[in-house]
């Protein structure tokens, strides 16, 4: 598989690229680390202060850096024998959120986008996994009682999906939080991938983020390569259909 190339691009407002995701054992022969996150989701038809709809619950996480992200991390640490890129991040969330494997391991089908970092070396893989309203709440518990918190998560957080009246507090304030790695851009890169969030909703909240262009760009490349992806595996299996399917 080829090398992550760095698009000069958005190189000076942002250092990550999008690159196609590199197999585990072929990022450990090079000198590339991988980390891999993952959101959590729900769906809901549940409103806040029983007047604004949400759409959805989202899980994020405060960081004992003061930084908000999600759970997740390092996967190639050579101290660690991850034999995937998914078990590393099965590891992780076992670490930090106690998630119940039997139920809830991630696995290929949640993967969704990866950037690169050439000054870092760093691919950043990003996953994500609806569940039902009722796991999200039992997982949010269950997070209190795993081995990382009070260490590497300092708490649970839902995103606030709405924006109040003002037009600013809520979603806008959100994000204008420190973030951890890629996670602002995982942030709506999800949500649009997951159809949480309207185009309306994705421009107020794109005109909060400093540099925004840049990130406009990675979104709808992010967005693009998810959908594309989708297309191609709901095409059938059929000798006809290979062509399209491997292109
Ligand atoms: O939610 C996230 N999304 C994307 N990148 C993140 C997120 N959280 C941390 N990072 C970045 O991932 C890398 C690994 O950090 P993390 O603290 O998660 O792993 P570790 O606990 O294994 O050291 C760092 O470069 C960090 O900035």
């Not at 549940?46 to 960081?63: I, Y």
């Not at 709405?162 to 890169?189: C, E, K, R, W, Y």
Request: glycine residues 6%; hydrophobic residues 40%; aromatic residues 8%.
């Amino acid at each position: 598989m080829s090398r992550p190339h760095n698009g000069s691009a958005t190189a000076a407002e942002f250092p990550w690229d999008q690159v196609q995701q590199l197999d585990y054992q072929d990022a450990n022969t090079g000198s590339i680390a991988q980390a891999c996150h993952a959101m959590i989701f729900a769906k809901t038809e549940a409103k806040f202060v029983s007047q604004l709809p949400c759409k959805a619950w989202v899980l994020m996480q405060m960081r004992f850096d003061g930084k908000l992200g999600f759970p997740g991390g390092v996967v190639s640490d050579q101290a660690i024998p991850d034999t995937t890129l998914e078990d590393g991040l099965n590891r992780e969330m076992e670490e930090e959120l106690a998630l119940d494997m039997s139920r809830f391991a991630f696995s290929k089908k949640h993967y969704v986008v990866s950037h690169f970092c050439p000054k870092a070396n760093l691919i950043l893989n990003f996953y994500a996994q609806e569940v039902t309203e009722q796991e999200f709440k039992e997982i949010e518990g269950n997070a209190l009682r795993a081995e990382e918190y009070g260490h590497e998560c300092l708490g649970i957080v839902r995103i606030p999906l709405f924006t109040l009246q003002d037009g600013h507090n809520g979603l806008p304030v959100f994000l204008q939080n420190q973030f951890a790695g890629t996670s602002i851009l995982q942030v709506i890169v999800g949500l649009c991938t997951h159809n949480l969030m309207k185009p309306d909703e994705l421009n107020t909240a794109m005109a909060v983020l400093p540099r925004h262009q840049g990130y406009r760009r990675l979104v709808h490349q992010a967005v693009a390569s998810f959908r594309d992806r989708q297309q191609t595996i709901r095409v059938p299996d059929l000798p006809e259909n290979r062509a399209v399917a491997h292109k």
